[in-house]
């Protein structure tokens, strides 16, 4: 485990996976909630597991060709943002992406890693069930069922159900507990 994979597993800084079946909604609620989280003053950070790869940076640029010349390793930075591309050889882990991650988070939300033993909301399409490893692997917070889709746009979600998780979220972040607070405690009670 890297520094500060350490570092953020030694400040009890809580990480919530989101899980559920491809185009369920997963990325359209973690939007909604980074938002409504930032919003409320807690600093997220989100991760992502790609199962079949990614591109992310552009073919023909500079930092591109330096990372195809066969660097094991390239940094990007600007003023507003950074990235580094790094080679792996291991499979993706909770921890590697804990490790990309600055520090200084008070919540961290994952989508995917369904296999990682952690807390997790589970994203169910309308009239479905949600798949079975998505409620094994770690504890299930939450179960948030899509309300329909749209024809152009991102899923709906129940507006009291999304306030409800957040809340919930809110509290576990201001506790400092290592689990998540129950539905109906307050922080206070939640405090070890």
Known sequence: MGERAKERKRRGV???????????????LLELLIAALEERGIAVGAAKHASHGFLAD???KDSHRLYESGARAVALLSGEQSATFVRRQDPPSIDAALEALPADLDLVLVEGFSWEPIPR????????EPRSEGLTAGEVIAVVTVQGYREAGPPRFDGAELEALLQRLVAWVASGADAPVAADASPEEASP
């Open 121 to 128: 909301v589970v994203v169910a399409g309308p009239g479905r």
């Open 58 to 60: 552009r073919p023909g």
């Open 14 to 28: 809580p990480v919530v996976g989101v899980v559920g079946r491809s185009g369920v909604g997963k990325t359209s």
